[in-house]
């Protein structure tokens, strides 16, 4: 296999790894919320998505100001464990990016559509199965 394709699949191979870090350390923070806090409020998930965020700033600042981190550390703890632990903290990068370009309109745009249409498509998703059932 050439370089390329190796550096590919090793790509993959430690995102996968860092996911399934990430998704276990979600789930175990659930299971802590739902035990500590109870049902009644996603406790467990806000938490999750606060922590997930000041960790990927921190990470974002940490890559882009002192450069040294390779490609596979970024991605293990980036797209890996922090993608496993909460997509949340890659929303608020991507966000965070474009106010910070200067491209207000579009982070609005961005912010407000994510979360508007992905609320609607989580309620379609809910109507199409109930109608089918």
Not at 6 to 27: C, K, P, Q, Y
Not at 38 to 49: R, S, V
Not at 61 to 71: I, M
Not at 96 to 102: F, K, N, S, T, V
Request: aromatic share 14%; glycine share 16%.
């Amino acid at each position: 296999m050439n370089f390329l394709g190796s550096n590919l699949v090793a790509g993959f191979a430690i995102v996968f790894l860092g996911g399934g870090i990430g998704a276990a350390t979600r789930h175990g923070f659930n299971l802590l919320g739902l035990r500590m806090m109870g049902p009644d409020f996603p406790y467990a998930t806000i938490f999750i998505n606060i922590t997930g965020s000041i960790v990927m700033g921190l990470c974002a600042a940490y890559f882009a100001f002192k450069g040294d981190a390779t490609q596979h550390l970024r991605l293990f703890m980036t797209t890996g464990i922090l993608g496993g632990y909460t997509t949340f903290s890659a929303f608020s990068l991507d966000a965070a990016l474009l106010y910070e370009r200067g491209q207000l309109g579009l982070a609005a745009f961005y912010v407000i559509g994510s979360v508007v249409i992905s609320i609607a498509g989580l309620f379609a998703g809910l109507a199409i199965v109930r109608n089918l059932t």
